[in-house]
Nanobody, 120 residues
Framework: QVQLVESGGGLVQPGGSLRLSCAAS????????MNWYRQAPGKERELVAG????????NYADSVKGRFTISRDNAKNTVYLQMNSLKPEDTAVYYC?????????????WGQGAQVTVSS
């Protein structure tokens, strides 16, 4: 059974930092591309960052480039999102995501989400 459990959200002042973690289980983590998404109130869910299975390749939304860093520890089955220089517009629920092949189609799995609020 696939499980993704996020942690590390909270309230932070503008300019501050937070690190989100996502503990994964139920699939071969070390062979799987992982993503972080976010959804702000009244907006669609958007891709924030992705990382290849070995951590060699990463990609970021333009809005977070240079401020956020995605990383992973395959020994711990965990993916991280380090968020620096946070802005009020980064306020959202952040979700860990993995897309897995079921044998018939790709299926997206999601964590429960971690609330990040950037406010003074």
């Amino acid at each position: 059974q696939v499980q993704l459990v996020e942690s590390g959200g909270g309230l932070v002042q503008p300019g501050g930092s937070l690190r989100l973690s996502c503990a994964a289980s139920g699939f071969t983590f070390s062979r799987t591309f992982m993503n972080w998404y976010r959804q702000a109130p009244g907006k669609e869910r958007e891709l924030v960052a992705g990382i290849s299975s070995a951590g060699v390749s990463t990609n970021y939304a333009d809005s977070v480039k240079g401020r956020f860093t995605i990383s992973r520890d395959n020994a711990k089955n965990t993916v991280y999102l380090q968020m620096n220089s946070l802005k009020p517009e980064d306020t959202a629920v952040y979700y860990c995501n993995v897309d897995l092949w079921t044998g018939r189609r790709w299926y997206g799995y999601w964590g429960q989400g971690a609330q990040v609020t950037v406010s003074s």
